[in-house]
C-alpha cells in the first residue's frame, strides 16, 4: 500500500527549540506539501516543493522553513518553536502530472509548551 | 483556483442519504471538481471527482448540473463511520504547480 509516512505521530516541545518535521513517501511523487490544520481554521499550506532541493512558500511560511534534499523526503523546521505553532501538521505528496492525487500522512499533533 | 461555499456543518441519522452542495460560480472551462474526506485525527484522503454530469463510486456520487456552478455530494445510507469533515475543490487537475486550497469544509456528524 503506498504511503506518507510522518516520523512522530505526537511530539511536545519547549518554547524556543528547533523542531524538525519528518516526512517520506513511497511513491515517487515529484511533490510535497505541509499543511497546517487548526479548528475553524481549515488546512493551511505552509510550504511546498516540485523537485528536489526545490521550495515554495505558501499561505503562512513565518516562522517555518523547510528541506528537501532527496525525492522522497521533506522536512518541516520550526526555527525557533513558539505556542501559536501548536497545531496538527499535514504532509502530502501528489505526481505531477495530476493535481488532485494527494496522498495525506496521518499528521503530527504538535504541542509547543 | 475557483473559490468553494459550502454549509459548515450537517447533522444526519444513520440510514439516510446525505447530500452536501457546493457553490463555485467561477468555475474555469479546464477546472475539475474533487472532494475529499477527513476523519477525525487523520489526513484528508480523495473520494471523487466530477467534470460534469454525474459521477459514482464505491463511496459516493457526485452530481454536477450542466452550468457547473455547483455540484452536489451524495452520501447513500451513511452510518457512523461517515462521520467526518468534507471538502469541496475546484480547480485544472493537470496544472501540477498549484497547491490545493482546501478551506474549512463541511463536518458531517452522524447520529445513531
Known amino acids: 500500500d503506498v504511503k506518507v509516512t510522518q516520523s512522530s505521530r505526537y511530539l511536545v516541545k519547549r518554547t524556543g527549540e528547533k523542531v524538525f518535521l519528518e516526512c517520506v513517501q513511497d511513491?515517487?511523487?515529484?511533490?510535497m506539501f505541509w499543511y497546517r490544520q487548526d479548528p475553524g481554521l481549515g488546512l493551511r499550506l505552509i510550504y511546498f516543493s516540485y523537485d528536489v532541493k526545490m521550495k515554495e512558500k505558501g499561505d503562512i511560511p513565518e516562522g517555518y522553513s523547510v528541506s528537501r534534499e532527496k525525492k522522497e523526503r521533506f522536512s518541516l523546521i520550526l526555527e525557533s518553536a513558539s505556542t501559536n505553532q501548536t497545531s496538527m501538521y499535514l504532509c502530502?505528496?501528489?505526481?505531477?502530472?495530476?493535481?488532485?492525487?494527494?496522498?495525506f500522512g496521518s499528521g503530527t499533533r504538535l504541542t509547543v509548551v | 483556483l475557483a473559490k468553494t461555499t459550502q454549509p459548515i456543518s450537517m447533522d444526519s441519522y444513520e440510514g439516510q442519504e446525505v447530500n452536501i452542495t457546493c457553490s463555485h460560480n467561477n468555475i474555469a472551462t479546464n477546472d475539475y471538481i474533487t472532494w475529499y474526506q477527513q476523519f477525525p485525527s487523520q489526513g484528508p484522503r480523495f473520494i471523487i471527482q466530477?467534470?460534469?454530469t454525474k459521477v459514482t463510486n464505491e463511496v459516493a456520487s457526485l452530481f454536477i448540473p450542466a452550468d457547473r456552478k455547483s455540484s452536489t455530494l451524495s452520501l447513500p445510507r451513511v452510518s457512523l463511520s461517515d462521520t467526518a469533515v468534507y471538502y469541496c475543490?475546484?480547480?485544472?487537475?493537470?496544472?501540477?504547480?498549484?497547491?490545493?486550497?482546501f478551506g474549512k469544509g463541511t463536518r458531517l456528524s452522524v447520529i445513531a
Open positions: 502530502a505528496s501528489s505526481p505531477q502530472s495530476s493535481n488532485y492525487g494527494y496522498t
Open positions: 511513491m515517487d511523487h515529484e511533490n
Open positions: 466530477g467534470y460534469k
Open positions: 475543490l475546484v480547480g485544472d487537475r493537470n496544472s501540477g504547480n498549484t497547491p490545493l486550497v
